[in-house]
Nanobody
Framework: QVQLVESGGGLVQAGGSLRLSCAAS????????MEWYRQAPGKQRDLVAR???????NYADSVKGRFTISRDNAKNTVYLQMNSLKPEDTAVYYC?????????????????WGQGTQVTVSS
């Protein structure tokens, strides 16, 4: 079983910063791509940022230049540094990770999600 636990959400004024963390734990062989998504009330869950095992990153256009995704492979943790926050960034932020699980002689990749952390940006 793999668990992802997010932390770092909260209430911040527009223009402020927050740093989200997502730590993976459990019985897995490796962690591959890790991502941050967000979901505002009444809207679909959208990709915010992605980071591969090698450190390549992708961002949604709405957060480019303001958010930075990073990872610490030794700690099995992905981060999202959010600067210059805007009210429209208000959402529940979720992390996910593709983990390789070994069972017997086989390896398979599975996608796991965290429980989400609330980010609220006041104007």
């Amino acid at each position: 079983q793999v668990q992802l636990v997010e932390s770092g959400g909260g209430l911040v004024q527009a223009g402020g910063s927050l740093r989200l963390s997502c730590a993976a734990s459990g019985n897995f062989f490796s962690i591959n791509t890790m991502e941050w998504y967000r979901q505002a009330p009444g809207k679909q869950r959208d990709l915010v940022a992605r980071i591969t095992t090698g450190g390549s990153t992708n961002y949604a256009d709405s957060v480019k230049g303001r958010f930075t995704i990073s990872r610490d492979n030794a700690k099995n943790t992905v981060y999202l540094q959010m600067n210059s926050l805007k009210p429209e960034d208000t959402a529940v932020y979720y992390c996910n990770a593709v983990c390789t699980i070994v069972s017997g002689y086989s390896k398979r990749d599975y996608l796991y999600w965290g429980q989400g952390t609330q980010v609220t940006v006041s104007s």
